[in-house]
């Protein structure tokens, strides 16, 4: 099972994605991905791996998160297979 990471919007602050990036991930930490936005996803990735879904979410097997830079940028996390 991987997970798939779009950029959706905003401004990566210290200039690591821009928006239509696309980051697949089958295990381990993608090389080259900011270390402050891996942070903020790694509870959401972890879950989703695990078959989790989150109800305040509108689709099955995905989450968006926002960088915990106010500026930065939107993630949107896709669980496929």
Not at 57 to 80: S, Y
Request: glycine residues 14%.
């Amino acid at each position: 099972m991987s997970i798939t990471i779009t950029i959706n919007e905003g401004k990566c602050q210290g200039g690591f994605h821009q928006v239509g990036d696309v980051i697949t991930i089958e295990r381990g930490t993608p090389e080259g991905m900011c270390l402050g936005a891996f942070g903020a996803i790694l509870p959401y990735l972890t879950a989703l791996r695990f078959g989790a879904d989150f109800p305040w979410e509108a689709e099955k097997g995905c989450a968006v998160i926002h960088c915990p830079d106010p500026k930065g940028i939107v993630l949107e996390l896709r669980r496929e297979g």
